[in-house]
């Protein structure tokens, strides 16, 4: 069964409007939980790490004032891409893992901007 | 230096036959070692682990490992059509501030009918 839930798994919008993603995490509490970004035929870019309790760890060249993560309880991390533009247009996915155990992937949010 | 390495392909190989994906990895310190797999427009999903050197199979999916030469490959067997994605290796590597999780960048297979 699915480990990692999140939605929604598709998003259009205009131009201006921010969006709400949320991720899930359904077997266990996690403590750590990440948000990738993919662009059409591009690899996995991983964007942050969220940590529970406290501020979300952003990859070099991810703007935090961008794209607001909040990670509130053990088992459910949000990723807000605030007044969001067709360069935002993209294939969020986040992911949860426990120690040494495999990451395991929510089905991904594709997000349009018109 | 990237953590993970793998040749972006594609690869190509004809319906029946052994696709072989290879992986390196940089970090003697890591300790577990993943494959995805993600069709287009999905998400990556787990295919296989594996955790120490030798072969580990699962159906028609074979993950081999050899830390002394670090590398760690993928071997599918009877390939299909439905085979064809990218494939993703994956390794974690503990750390005194946590564990860091490193992919490759994939390798795209297409098996032909």
């Known amino acids: 069964g699915a480990v990692v839930s999140q939605h929604p798994s598709w998003v259009i919008c205009k131009s201006g409007t921010s969006v709400k993603i949320e991720c899930r995490s359904l077997d266990f509490q996690a403590t750590t939980m990440f948000w990738y970004r993919q662009f059409p035929k591009q690899s996995l870019m991983l964007m942050a790490t969220s940590n529970e309790g406290s501020k979300a760890t952003y990859e070099q060249g991810v703007e935090k004032d961008k794209f607001l993560i909040n990670h509130a309880s053990l088992t459910l991390s949000t990723l807000t891409v605030t007044s969001a533009h067709p360069e935002d247009s993209s294939f969020y996915i986040c992911s949860v893992r426990a120690g040494l155990q495999p990451q395991h992937f929510g089905d991904g949010t594709r997000l349009s901007i018109l | 230096q990237k953590e993970v390495e793998q040749n972006s392909g594609p690869l190509s190989v004809p319906e029946g036959a052994i696709a072989s994906l290879n992986c390196t990895y940089s970090?003697?310190?890591?300790?577990?070692f993943f494959w995805y797999r993600q069709y287009s427009g999905k998400s990556p999903e787990l295919i296989m682990s594996i955790y120490s050197n030798g072969d580990k199979e699962d159906g028609r999916f074979t993950a081999q490992l050899n830390k002394a030469s670090q590398y760690v490959s993928l071997l599918i067997r009877d390939s299909q059509p439905s085979d064809s994605a990218t494939y993703l290796c994956a390794v974690n590597i503990p750390s005194n501030t946590g564990n860091q999780f490193y992919f490759g960048t994939g390798t795209s297979l297409t098996v032909i009918p």
């Open positions: 970090d003697r310190g890591s300790q577990s």
